[in-house]
């Protein structure tokens, strides 16, 4: 449908969306275009009742969960919100529901001897094995996103302050550091493995094996590839290595504030769900910082 092409060519170029999100976009938006020519409803003519009915369908046929829902919801706001503006339809009949609560989810992140086991299941006598290891390492060290991590050049990293310029969310930039251990695997990767992947002169830091940039799927499927290496049991995002690196800090006593700059969160909102600090970290800083939590002998 051609209002469909449009506004995700209007994500892609005006809004700058990952080509992730776009895809989740799209797949919301064809399966809700579905549901209306099932029961015979044109997309320009939706009432608030056809509304409800569909996310009856999304909980009791499709068996969504409230997250679920609440993201096709969004998806379908932000595509009605376009399409009023481009006065296709009348109004953005969307802006008038409210998604279910939210299933209340910590999120999911790697222990620190899980992440080593990660880290050693890459062969670093090889150039994908380089690669594969700076990925994890970067992401890692930095807690940027995958559509951030796939978009870096090689001239955006200042190797000296070890620094990196990342393109955030809104064309936004941001600097970023890096570790001791992801400099040591970024020099060998550009060393040896980047001559022998850039086959085509690229200037991305992160190439395929045909010397092709690296895409955020693919870097989901390595991930998939590696953890299956390993005796972890869980599944593997580039995101939850983001949760990682988030929990980690917090862990060790970084305040909210800084590890919100280090996310590039625009608000402290979207931090504030990593305050799942273990317990015997708040009972170590309780008892160590607790003027009368335990009596001096």
């Known amino acids: 449908m051609e209002s469909v092409n449009k506004y995700l060519e209007y994500l892609k170029y005006q809004k700058n969306y990952s080509n992730y999100t776009i895809d989740s976009y799209k797949t919301d938006i064809l399966e809700y275009l579905e549901y209306l020519k099932r029961e015979n409803l044109n ?10 009915f569909y996310l009856m369908y999304l909980k009791e046929e499709k ?19 376009y399409m009023a503006n481009e006065k296709i339809v009348k109004t953005n009949i969307f802006s008038l529901v409210n998604g279910p609560k939210k299933d209340k989810k910590l999120p999911r992140y790697f222990e620190y001897n899980e992440l080593e086991e990660l ?36 001239n955006d990293i200042n190797k000296s302050e070890r620094k990196i310029i990342i393109l955030g969310k809104g064309n936004k930039e941001r600097i970023v550091e ?25 200037k991305y830091l992160l ?20 953890i299956k290496n390993t005796s972890i049991n869980k599944n593997i995002s580039p ?15 970084c305040d909210l504030l800084t590890v919100q700059k280090l996310l590039g969160h625009e608000s402290i909102s979207a ?16 008892y160590n910082s607790f003027p009368r939590a335990k009596k001096n002998d």
């Not at 290595?241 to 800090?249: D, E, P, Q, V």
């Open 63 to 81: 068996k969504d969960t409230n997250s679920s829902i609440d993201r096709k919801l969004s998806a379908l706001r932000g595509f009605y919100k």
């Open 119 to 154: 880290f050693n299941a890459c062969d670093i006598s090889t150039s994908l094995g380089q690669r594969d290891l700076l990925i994890l390492e970067m992401l890692y060290a930095t807690g940027i996103r995958v559509g951030e991590l796939v978009n870096i050049k090689v």
């Open 178 to 202: 890096y570790g001791d251990y992801c400099e040591e695997i970024l020099n060998l990767y550009l060393k040896e493995g980047y001559r022998d992947l850039n086959k085509e002169g690229s």
């Open 43 to 52: 997309y320009k003519n939706i009432v608030y009742s056809d509304i409800r």
């Open 271 to 286: 931090t504030q769900v990593y305050t799942h600090v273990s317990t015997d970290r708040l009972k170590e800083v309780y």
């Open 207 to 226: 190439l395929n094996k045909n010397g092709g940039v690296l895409t955020e799927r693919g870097v989901r499927y390595l991930l998939d590839k590696i």
């Open 239 to 253: 995101h939850m290595i983001r949760h990682s690196f988030a929990t980690h800090l917090l862990n060790e006593g």
